[in-house]
């Protein structure tokens, strides 16, 4: 991935460029006005990438306190609150919980930072805004030392960190693997000779301070750990002997990039390198608030988000296409083989006709005259389709005794019509499928009906019960389709014009509930 980075110190700022992981650097600018003009001209011309501003400047204040221990929002806005008592006139504020006392009430422990002349880094993120550069995070050098004491692996013993900048000599002490404080000493001559004068010097005066501030233990050993280039380090050598209260450790630059794996890059004359290649490798969030600034950061991530789900739609389309087209070929395949097998099936059909003995009828002809005798067959009316839907409501009406059942087709009216000599001929049959029936004299399917005559057993005398179950049976002959039934014969008549009679008393005659139902199916 391509990102930008910009070292910034009391002297000028530093442009590099990072892409997958190589570093190097694009150029660099004079802290003045006029280097805030070219830097303007450069960014103009810079791909808009992922930026990040890393600040290494004397300007830097550390103070170490305790708060009460709370979480949530609780506790961001004690730290904001915190950080506006300590740093009212700058923004570029920052704190890091750094754990927790292991007696008492058990508070937390901050370390608070800020950058007390914020004038130095707006002017030059005024810059970058007028630019529309997609900044990610501001950043200080001395805080980000904690990642590179952590990846560093130091001991979590007293250890006072000394790099060489090209802003001067970078002091920072740890103590139980937490950053304490940071110093920068400026250098204005980085000779070899002088570096070492200046780090007898600081180093001692350093030492120093810790001890009379009590950040380390009278009698204590400190351990030392220079990290500078390797010729400045053959010229500090004469100093680097271990004593009572100092062990040194030497580490080259370019053994530590091997150390931090870094990526690729010219590690230069000074540790500048160094650090932006470690915070080009690492997601650290921004040490100080961007307010504004991160506006285009912002809109940059919307871009790429878009990019990413339409890359993964196409690829998505690319995917379901060659699904499409591959079972595309399966079709035309099968398809290939289904006409080399048809066209086989022929040819074998044309060898047996051709073997088969000569006949007066035409193939033709004869399945014409198979298709006719289908037709006739299934034109021809038969009882059974009517028989089966009786039996069907019958065995829901147990009472109901059959004695006697009159089938009869009725002729279809339309073959009752005369012809019209006048009319003209029908249009004359094409292909191979049978005209219609009515174009070669036979009928259709005629209507049937079906005559049912019957009696309720038992019977009882219960002429109410009776009636009931035959309109019973004529009402589930309705609801069948195409069927149409009528009671022309009632166990009881009750139509005024006919006579009720009966015998009372006379046990030999026997009543019986005879009834009559005229079925009429129409297909």
């Known amino acids: 991935m ?33 280097g805030r003009v070219l830097f303007g001209a450069y960014l103009a011309q810079a791909p808009a990438v992922p930026s990040y501003l890393l600040v290494d400047v004397i300007e830097e204040d550390f103070q170490r306190d305790t708060a009460p221990h709370v979480t949530g929002r609780a506790r961001l806005a004690l730290v904001e609150r915190k950080l506006t008592q300590l740093y009212r006139d700058t923004q570029f ?30 002017s030059w993120l005024a810059v970058m805004q007028a630019q529309a550069v997609p900044l990610v995070g501001v950043y200080s050098l ?42 920068l000493t400026p250098l ?12 007898r010097v600081e180093t001692a005066k350093t030492r120093q301070f810790m001890a009379s501030t009590r950040l380390l233990a009278r009698g204590a050993q400190v351990r030392l750990v220079l990290l500078a280039n390797q010729d400045k380090l053959d010229a500090l050598a004469p100093d680097l002997v271990d004593t ?63 990019y990413v789900l339409s890359g993964t739609m196409a690829l998505g389309a690319l995917i379901w296409t060659a699904f499409d087209v591959r079972a595309i070929i399966a079709l035309r395949q099968e398809a290939l083989r289904f006409d080399q097998e048809a066209m086989a099936t022929d040819a074998r059909f ?36 009517q028989m089966a839907v009786l039996s069907g409501v019958l065995n829901g009406i147990p009472e109901i005794k059959v004695n006697k059942l ?64 035959v309109n019973r049976l004529a009402a589930g002959l309705n609801k069948q389709a195409g069927v149409h039934a009528e009671v022309t014969l009632p166990p009881l008549d009750t139509r005024p014009t006919v006579k009720l009679d009966n015998v009372a ?16 199916w129409k297909p």
Not at 8 to 24: D, E, F, I, K, R
Request: hydrophobic share 40%.
């Open 505 to 520: 008393g006379d046990d030999n005659i026997v009543a019986k509930a005879l009834f009559a139902i005229k079925v009429t």
């Open 350 to 385: 044309q060898v047996v006709v051709k073997g088969m003995p000569a006949t007066l009828v035409t193939p033709h002809n004869m399945k014409s005259v198979v298709d006719l005798e289908m037709m006739i067959d299934r034109n021809v009316p038969l009882p059974g389709v």
């Open 188 to 199: 204005f001559d980085h000779a070899p000779e002088r570096l070492a004068e200046a780090f």
């Open 406 to 469: 009159q089938w009869q087709a009725i002729e279809a009216a339309t073959l009752l019509v005369p012809v019209d000599p006048a009319a003209p001929p029908p249009p004359p049959v094409q292909g191979d499928f049978p005209p219609p029936p009515g174009q070669l004299g036979i009928p259709d399917r005629t209507a049937q009906t079906l005559l049912v005559e019957g009696e309720i057993v038992p019977f009882k005398d219960d002429y109410r019960a009776a009636i009931d179950s």
């Open 93 to 122: 504020r920052h704190a890091e919980l750094q754990g927790r006392d292991k007696e008492g009430r058990k508070d937390d422990r901050y370390l608070f930072n800020a950058l007390t002349k914020p004038e130095l880094p707006k």
């Open 244 to 306: 009572p209260d100092v062990h040194y450790r030497a580490l080259a630059l370019d053994e530590a990039r091997l150390l931090l794996r870094a990526g690729q890059f010219d590690c230069g004359a000074d540790a500048d390198a160094l650090y932006m290649a470690l915070l080009a490798g690492a997601r650290v969030p921004s040490h100080f608030p961007l307010r504004d600034q991160k506006h285009f950061y912002q809109l940059l991530q919307a871009r790429m988000l878009l």
């Open 2 to 34: 391509r990102k930008q980075l910009f070292y910034l110190n009391n002297q000028q700022l530093v442009a590099y460029a990072w892409q997958g992981t190589a570093l190097t650097r694009a150029a660099s600018f004079d802290n003045d006005e006029g």
């Open 142 to 183: 001395a805080s980000l030392s904690q990642l590179l004491f952590d990846q560093l692996k130091l001991d979590t013993g007293p250890v006072l960190l000394v790099t060489h900048q090209s802003s001067g000599l970078r002091q920072s002490f740890f103590h139980e693997g937490a950053l304490r404080f940071s110093r």
